[in-house]
């Protein structure tokens, strides 16, 4: 025995920490977190025995001194729960900390006795000598308040000292002593800390060319000011606008993506570069830097927060192709390889190459870019094609931003395999485009909502664009305007941010040509006019729909969202929730809603903080009106008007 003893670790403990999250990685990559969001934690603890346990989470913001101390609550098979709010922008860092509690479990099982009758007093002093070696650790007043309680108890009765004992104020006194020692630690696990835009708000994509421009003539950041007005008023947070900067001429691609373009012409915004300049220049025919700042400070006078296209590409007229040749991809003839995606050729993009021999040269200038226009006031960054560049690459660059403008957001713009779009997420893109466009049916939804809500919600958060310049479903183009008000829906209130692209309000549906997602007379090659006023019904939808999610916290949240049984295989049904289940939203979508529906729910009303049995009341935040409901199973009808889905308050 005594070997055995010798043989014991230095810090040998009792008590077992593991399972902790939020972790990516085990540490390597940090979870993510935004200002005031509860973020969850949960760690498997515990230890032999039947000794009871003190859990805390403990966390700090790196910039600043000091820890401070989460209660979590124990629950079933060992797992302890609870929430992190973390206060500002930055690094954080958690870790899981926990105790034997020797003068907890005594008073348990001391109670336990006492409901049988039975008071051992034999076991009262050694209640005392734990209160007696816990005082050291107690600040001065505590201390000795209760030193001078144990003198007047000696020789007390039994009844007073099981008052004193048992009395809730010595115990939160004796856990407040054992939390002044240390105990066992997890490793630290770090937390990278964002603005809450970097997981909620509702985007808008437009091209500020195609406002007020005539059929050969650019709209101007001057025109297209007359249209944030409407934006603001729509309830949309974020506007982002593609590349801004001057179209290479050589190779331009002409209307619905012609291989050659006509005079006039505009091409691709995404062809970046010209002899009046490259990725910090501004496209004249849009106007000058001073109109570009006056559109930002309109849009921002108006609640709208503008989004840069960051598109690390140039065309072959870009002022790098003659200054930095080495930068750029070649064929083995010398020559500079396009962009090709087979069968399809761009020769008007030129793809750069990140592991070109003067690739730090290279990296230190697409950072430049960044910087360029956050002096000028932009703070987040649509980024095209992510993952087609080194992720070393977006590591040294997400790393940099963290250190020099930690508010700064990126989105992904990455439809590509799963395990990339992940990786790109841990390496540190704030939000990512997925595959929302394409789930359709009942199960796909849930499935992949149920992923990003659990699985992928420490890293990976997304963002539900309903359509783009270049993605128009099959579904849209068949489905008509109830297609596009259920499809809203369901981006506005599965996911905290969402975004649709210009004249999804117009139920823009035709595509280029057949089995092809490309508009036809897509704005990505010509200037394009509409007329906002067709856009009322839809319009009256989307600032519905942005009014409810400013009003419900429930729905800024990622991770709190449960499914609901629906016998309709056509109807999904789902609530979102906040921490304390003070603000719960239950939606209801019809997904085939070419005509009304009945569909019977049977709800999970744990999940609505609904007693068993109880009656509660939901509010329509849609068309108004409330209802009081009885029990878990109910009966919806489902309309076409103003949306094929029912948005419900539940009074808590």
């Known amino acids: 025995m005594a070997a055995a003893a010798n043989a014991l670790p230095r810090h040998f403990s009792r008590i077992v920490i593991n399972q902790v999250t939020p972790q990516v ?55 302890w729960t609870g929430n992190l709010v973390f206060p500002e922008v930055g690094a954080a860092e958690f870790q899981i900390e926990a105790w034997r509690d020797a003068f907890g479990s005594w008073r348990s099982d001391y109670r336990r006795w006492l409901k049988v009758g039975v008071g051992p007093l034999e076991e009262l002093p050694s209640g005392l000598e734990m209160v007696r070696q816990g005082l050291e650790r107690l600040p001065s007043r505590e201390r000795e308040l209760i030193r001078r309680r144990l003198q007047d108890l000696q020789g007390a009765s039994q009844a007073r000292l099981e008052r004193f004992l048992l009395s809730p104020d010595l115990y939160r006194l004796m856990e407040r002593s054992l939390r002044a020692r240390p105990g066992l630690r997890s490793e630290a696990l770090p937390v990278w800390v964002e603005r809450t835009r970097a997981l909620y708000g509702a985007w808008y994509e437009m091209f500020p060319r195609s406002e007020g421009s005539r059929q050969r003539a650019s709209g101007t950041f001057v025109s297209a000011a007359k249209r944030l007005p409407a934006l603001a008023a729509m309830g949309f947070d974020v506007l982002y606008l593609p590349p801004i900067h001057p179209v290479g001429e050589t190779a331009r691609r002409g209307r619905n993506n012609a291989p050659r373009a006509e005079p006039g012409d505009p091409g691709s915004p995404w062809a970046i570069g010209s002899a ?45 192709v003659k200054l930095h040749p080495n930068w750029f991809e070649h064929r083995p003839d010398g020559s500079i390889r396009t962009a090709e995606n087979p069968p399809k050729r761009y020769d008007d993009v030129l793809p750069l190459d990140f592991e070109c021999q003067d690739h730090a040269e290279l990296w230190q200038a697409c950072y430049e870019i960044l910087e360029f226009w ?11 094609n992510p993952h087609t560049k080194p992720m070393l690459f977006w590591a040294w660059t997400i790393g940099r931003l963290r250190r020099e403008h930690p508010e700064v957001i990126l989105l992904a713009e990455a439809f590509t395999k799963p395990a990339l779009m992940e990786e790109l997420s841990k390496v540190g893109f704030s939000q990512s485009y997925t595959y929302f466009t394409w789930r359709t049916r009942k199960a796909e939804l849930t499935s992949y909502m149920t992923q990003l809500s659990n699985r992928s919600a420490d890293f990976l958060r997304p963002n539900f664009f309903t359509n783009t310049p270049d993605i128009l479903t099959a579904e849209l183009q068949a489905g008509g305007p109830p297609v596009f008000r259920e499809r809203l829906v369901l981006a506005a209130t599965l996911s905290p941010s ?74 999904i049904a789902f609530s979102k929730h906040t921490a304390d289940r003070s603000d719960v939203v239950l939606v209801i979508v019809n997904l085939d809603p070419g005509a009304p529906r009945s569909a019977r729910l049977t709800l999970s009303l744990s999940l609505l903080g609904i007693r068993p049995g109880a009656s509660f009341r939901v509010h329509d935040l849609l068309q108004g009106g409330t209802e009081v409901w009885n029990g878990r199973r109910q009966l919806v009808r489902l309309g076409a008007e103003p949306a094929p889905a029912l948005i419900y308050w539940v009074e808590p």
Not at 374 to 384: C, H
Request: proline fraction near 4%; charge should be neutral.
């Open 25 to 79: 990685e085990g540490g390597r990559w940090a979870a993510k977190a935004t200002v005031g969001e509860q973020i969850p934690v949960r760690a498997c603890v515990f230890t032999d025995g039947h000794q009871q346990l003190r859990v805390v989470a403990r966390w700090r913001m790196l910039h600043r001194r000091g820890w401070t101390w989460t209660p979590l609550q124990g629950r079933i098979d060992d797992f």
């Open 374 to 384: 956050i002096e000028r006031g932009v703070r987040i960054f649509r980024v095209d």
């Open 276 to 320: 009046r300049g490259g990725h910090t220049a501004v496209n004249p025919e849009l106007g000058d830097m001073d109109d570009f700042l006056a559109f930002q400070q309109q849009a921002r006078d108006l609640g709208l927060e503008l989004a840069l296209d960051y598109a690390l590409q140039c065309s072959p007229d870009h002022p790098w």
């Open 498 to 571: 969402y975004g649709i692209f210009s004249g999804f309000e117009l139920f823009e549906n035709q595509a280029r040509e057949p089995r092809s997602e490309e508009y036809l007379d897509s704005d990505k090659y010509q200037f394009r006019q509409r007329d906002w006023r067709q856009a009322g019904p839809m319009a009256d939808l989307i600032t519905e729909l942005n009014r409810i999610r400013r009003q419900h916290p429930a729905l800024h949240q990622l991770r709190r969202i449960r499914f609901h049984s629906v016998a309709d295989g056509r109807v």
